[in-house]
């Protein structure tokens, strides 16, 4: 069952006036970010700017069983973020535009994989073929990392884990206990000694939280051999993409272990966005080719691998393991820290062709797709639905998938 807590409470404050350092700074960063925010609409324009186009505005959140537990929606397409209103339990939120959404698993594409694809870019493409055990060799003595790579890892194929049955690993208490370990040393024992080897890396995908962790400290060490060991690789990541992306002041922090900023990054899970910031990250991924600023930030060739766009993208990805009965079995993929769907004609015969719908998740109904006319539609919900199909039926009325 998905965690949900409302609270509420007053309690006496009073309020002493002082200074703060650096006010004028924070005043400045505050204001060249909103000055530099996308424009936006209400998600309810669209009917308006695209008339002809048939669009029906409630199919986007149509399927939902509880449509109370969406907090947000939007969609970026042709240089406009469409927004929806933010809904709470108890009513409208007023300040939608600087709501902090959650990332929960978001963080491990727009984060992590964001972080290979700038280390492709600063160093070469071999930095996806260095081996776990040579950046944290004091701590693989669980499992086999012997032949596991920084890509196996990014693709939850290390090899090593409990069960191949889907979130067996990611709901067991070895997992439990990673999560919530605090200490570093205790975080990343928890990562690696549970989970013994099964198989050959890079054979078999198996969703599991602590792997991208485990991928963060290596890509953060294989920097601090680099550049010094001062180095951390979520600020340079916040200080090379987020920042010239002029992302909220919100999302320029993440959750480190030791519960200081002086631990080590996270990687898999601890960041927040707001609406802008999410348009802003499907923008430069799906729209700018990894380029901010007229410069190339992000390798390319791994950005278009990672969103299926290359001939061999459909056949680097681990198979997803579909649940139920589906239409057409194996269609869901997950490669370089990024999931994708292949939309077929079979399984949906309104349109005319298959194509790949590659999209970031997070855990309890968080979805950021990239579509491949250039849209980016995301949602954040805490229901546990990920419902987008209905979504991609009315984009595709705007922008077609197929030409």
């Excluded at 493409?125 to 693989?140: A, F, G, T």
């Excluded at 919530?180 to 939280?209: N, R």
């Excluded at 849209?375 to 009325?397: L, P």
Aim: net charge negative; glycine share 8%; hydrophobic share 35%.
């Amino acid at each position: 069952m998905y965690f949900k807590l409302d609270m509420w409470g007053q309690l006496a404050a009073t309020y002493t006036p002082g200074g703060v350092a650096n006010d004028q700074v924070l005043e400045n960063a505050e204001a060249v970010e909103v000055a530099n925010r996308l424009p936006t609409k209400p998600f309810s324009a669209l009917a308006t700017d695209y008339p002809n186009s048939g669009i029906n505005i409630a199919n986007f959140t149509q399927g939902f069983q509880s449509p109370a537990d969406i907090t947000a929606y939007g969609l970026f397409i042709n240089g406009v973020n469409y927004v929806s209103p933010c809904q709470t339990r108890y009513g409208t939120y007023a300040f939608c535009d600087n709501m902090r959404l959650p990332s929960y698993s978001l963080a491990k594409s727009s984060f992590a994989g964001l972080a290979m694809m700038w280390l492709g870019q600063q160093y070469g493409s071999e930095v996806y073929n260095q081996l776990i055990r040579d950046y944290i060799p004091q701590h693989v003595d669980g499992g086999d990392w012997t032949n596991v790579t920084f890509d196996n890892t990014a693709d939850m194929a290390t090899g090593n884990y409990i069960s191949a049955s889907p979130e067996i690993d990611e709901g067991s208490p070895q997992e439990r206990a990673f999560l919530l370990a605090e200490p570093y040393s205790t975080k990343i024992a928890d990562a690696f000694k549970p989970f013994p080897h099964k198989v050959v890396p890079g054979t078999t995908w198996v969703y599991q939280t602590h792997a991208t962790f485990i991928l963060t400290q290596a890509m953060n060490n294989y920097l601090q051999r680099q550049q010094g060991s001062g180095v951390d690789i979520f600020n340079s990541i916040r200080d090379a993409v987020f920042k010239p992306l002029n992302m909220s002041q919100g999302s320029l922090s993440m959750l480190h272990t030791d519960n200081r900023a002086s631990g080590k990054p996270f990687g898999s899970y601890g960041l927040f966005f707001i609406q802008d910031d999410i348009a802003k990250i499907g923008r430069l991924l799906n729209n700018s080719g990894g380029v901010i600023n007229h410069a190339q930030v992000l390798d390319s060739t791994r950005l278009q691998e990672s969103l299926f766009r290359t001939a061999n993208s459909s056949t680097l990805g681990v198979p997803v393991p579909d649940t139920g009965a589906p239409v057409v079995p194996n269609t869901f993929r997950y490669h370089n820290l990024f999931w994708a769907k292949y939309m077929t004609t079979t399984e949906f015969p309104q349109y005319r062709c298959n194509f790949w719908v590659p999209f970031m998740s997070g855990y309890g109904g968080i979805t950021v797709l990239l579509l491949p006319n250039g849209a980016t539609y995301y949602i954040f919900s805490d229901g546990n639905e990920f419902i987008w199909y209905t979504a991609v039926n009315e984009i595709n009325k705007i922008a077609p998938l197929c030409h």
